[in-house]
């Protein structure tokens, strides 16, 4: 079994620049997660998808930072325009729906804003 | 929100030594995981243990619901356990909250 997929793994970019990340979960898991890991610290969710429906976005900072996923299935992150202290890894995670809430995670994307 | 404290916050061993690490948390929980995350950032799944003990190889965990604790144990450690081992709990209806890990280093 495939497990959850992301792109790309690392990225350099300026402050005040776009940048997009993309995730496909794995096969038949409905509920969809990005995360947000600073250095030194453990993950924090930014938004949670079940299906193309947000669950939870109550941490994203709406200001900048957007995402979708449009057939529920794979999903975009978007920062515009990112700041400094966007400088992190952005994790995505996907889960079944049902009664076990076992998440699994894709390798990261590493984001560096200069 | 839920409260998530793991301990201890780094851990030096000699390979071939056991390990105990311990997850503290304020609430009743319905998932617990623990997690590796390896040198290149990768985030294993490890267990899924809201209750009860399992054992994969080397690895064993327990959580004990009521007493709102889990404890991971590692034994006969080797080079490529070193990395950082999270903790990451759930209550019905929110999200999962991870603690601030263990940073686990084992020397050959």
């Known amino acids: 079994e495939a497990g959850v997929a992301q792109s790309p793994r690392y990225k350099i970019i300026e402050k005040r620049q776009s940048v997009a990340f993309w995730c496909n979960p794995i096969?038949?898991?409905?509920?969809l997660y990005w995360y947000q890991q600073i250095l030194g610290q453990g993950p924090k969710l930014l938004i949670q998808?079940?299906?193309?429906?947000?669950?939870?976005d109550s941490q994203l900072p709406k200001d900048r930072f957007s995402a979708e996923r449009l057939k529920g299935v794979d999903s975009t992150l978007k920062i515009q325009p990112a700041k400094l202290e966007d400088s992190a890894v952005y994790l995505c995670?996907?889960?079944?729906?049902?009664?076990?809430?076992?998440?699994?995670f894709g390798p990261g994307t590493r984001l560096t804003v200069t | 929100g839920i409260q998530v404290e793991q301990s201890p916050p780094d851990l030096i061993l000699q390979e071939g030594a056991n390990s105990t690490l311990r997850c503290n948390f304020s609430?009743?929980?319905?998932?617990l995981q623990w997690f590796h995350q390896n040198p290149w950032g990768q985030l294993i799944n490890l267990f899924y243990?809201?209750?009860g003990t399992k054992q994969n190889g080397r690895l064993s965990a327990t959580t004990v619901a009521t007493e709102r604790y889990s404890l991971l144990y590692i034994s006969s450690s080797q080079t490529t356990d070193s990395g950082v081992y999270f903790c990451a709990v759930k209550i019905s209806g929110s999200r999962l909250t991870f603690g601030e890990g263990t940073q686990l280093t084992v020397n050959p």
């Open positions: 243990i809201p209750s």
């Open positions: 995670a996907s889960s079944a729906f049902g009664t076990v809430y076992e998440q699994y």
């Open positions: 609430d009743s929980v319905n998932n």
């Open positions: 998808f079940q299906n193309n429906g947000v669950v939870d």
């Open positions: 096969s038949g898991h409905a509920t």
